[in-house]
């Protein structure tokens, strides 16, 4: 199993920005698909994006379609979520998960998943 470390949390107001990242300090993520899992107080912890392994395949949860965008640079191998126009509702501990099987789409569920971070907190509010 890969460890994981997301990073780029924090406060920020309605409507605002962050950029969380995804890293296997040592490793490259290229070859694995990895999503974005949130987790709010007392709910269950639900899919918010995916890239897959191979051709660059992405999905995202209808919540955050149109305002989160996954990316990877494959220079660093490392992921990114680019979250614009947060809202309060996205308030959560954010978490990235890898997974190696290599197939050209990902999947937004918790069990396809193999390796998982420790997350990182974002707070939307004013």
Do not use: H
């Given at each position: 199993?890969?460890?994981?470390?997301?990073?780029?949390?924090?406060?920020?107001?309605?409507?605002?920005?962050?950029?969380?990242s995804?890293?296997?300090?040592?490793?490259?993520?290229?070859?694995?698909?990895?999503?974005?899992?949130?987790?709010?107080?007392?709910?269950?912890?639900?899919?918010?994006?995916?890239?897959?392994?191979?051709?660059?395949?992405?999905?995202?949860?209808?919540?955050?379609?149109?305002?989160?965008?996954?990316?990877?640079?494959?220079?660093?191998?490392?992921?990114?979520?680019?979250?614009?126009?947060?809202?309060?509702e996205?308030?959560?501990?954010?978490?990235?998960a890898?997974?190696?099987r290599?197939?050209?789409?990902?999947?937004?569920?918790?069990?396809?998943?193999?390796?998982?971070?420790?997350?990182?907190?974002?707070?939307?509010?004013?």
């Amino acid at each position: 199993q890969l460890q994981l470390v997301e990073s780029g949390g924090g406060l920020v107001q309605p409507g605002g920005s962050l950029r969380l990242s995804c890293a296997a300090p040592g490793f490259s993520l290229d070859a694995y698909a990895i999503g974005w899992f949130r987790q709010a107080p007392g709910k269950e912890r639900e899919g918010v994006s995916c890239v897959s392994s191979v051709d660059g395949y992405t999905d995202y949860a209808e919540s955050v379609k149109g305002r989160f965008t996954v990316f990877r640079d494959s220079a660093k191998g490392t992921v990114y979520l680019q979250m614009n126009s947060l809202k309060p509702e996205d308030t959560a501990v954010y978490y990235c998960a890898a997974e190696v099987r290599y197939r050209s789409y990902c999947l937004l569920s918790l069990d396809e998943y193999d390796s998982w971070g420790q997350g990182t907190q974002v707070t939307v509010s004013s």
